[in-house]
């Protein structure tokens, strides 16, 4: 797809999953995901033909005005649906596959450790919410939801939630028709709560039957 091509691509993305978009002239000049796009797709053709300098600057650049930092050795898949985008970080040797999704203040990073491969690899229809931070040469799975604010520092399964510090999975593989939002995400407090609940119930069910039990001996005696 020529590049015009893959920014009308981008433009129908965000006016088909942002409610808030109207039209297609209000996301070209209002959407700092669709401008951090376009010039890192210049910037990564230059990063890939060894001018890494000129790709810097442009990279830094689009940085400046749009706020979303994406290195230009960054692999990134089409129809990426940036929101908001303020603060999102995106490592050198990040690949990102397509239909993915990601909000403000997403990282994907790297944990300093490893040399080479240093940064993740998201696969196709991965939503990461606000604030979510994925730091590691490791895998996220196709249709892999990671939740607002979660730390996640291994491979997630195709399909599987992640919340929480450090990230956990709480949602095994879902249906790739579900919609993906960051609204409707299991609470892990809530379902551990929930669970303790139970717990007492039945605790307090043997606790009367043992003293009903006790109290028939006593009077009998």
């Not at 942002?18 to 996301?27: F, I, M, S």
């Not at 991965?126 to 939740?147: E, Q």
């Not at 399909?159 to 956990?168: K, L, N």
Request: charged share 25%; proline share 5%.
């Amino acid at each position: 797809m020529s590049f015009f091509g893959r920014i009308r691509e981008d433009i129908r993305t965000v006016v088909e999953k942002d409610p808030a978009a109207r039209n297609g002239l209000e996301v070209l000049i209002c959407y700092p995901g669709i401008w951090a796009q376009i010039l890192h797709r210049p910037a990564h053709f230059l990063y890939n033909h060894n001018l890494k300098l000129l790709a810097r600057i442009i990279s830094q650049l689009a940085r400046f005005f749009t706020g979303i930092e994406i290195h230009p050795g960054a692999k990134i898949g089409r129809r990426l649906f940036i929101d908001h985008g303020m603060g999102i970080v995106i490592g050198e040797t990040t690949e990102i596959g397509d239909d993915c999704m990601l909000y403000q203040g997403v990282t994907l990073g790297g944990t300093g450790k490893d040399a080479g491969k240093r940064h993740p690899t998201l696969g196709n229809r991965v939503m990461v919410s606000s604030g979510a931070k994925v730091l590691g040469p490791f895998t996220v799975g196709d249709d892999a939801k990671i939740g607002s604010g979660a730390v996640v520092l291994k491979e997630v399964p195709a399909g599987c939630t992640v919340v929480g510090v450090p990230g956990r999975i709480v949602k095994g593989p879902r249906p790739m028709t579900e919609e993906m939002d960051q609204v409707h995400l299991p609470d892990p407090v809530t379902r551990e709560m929930e669970q303790l609940k139970k717990r007492i119930a039945k605790l307090e069910k043997m606790l009367n039957k043992y003293e009903e039990r006790n109290g028939e001996e006593y009077e009998s005696i």
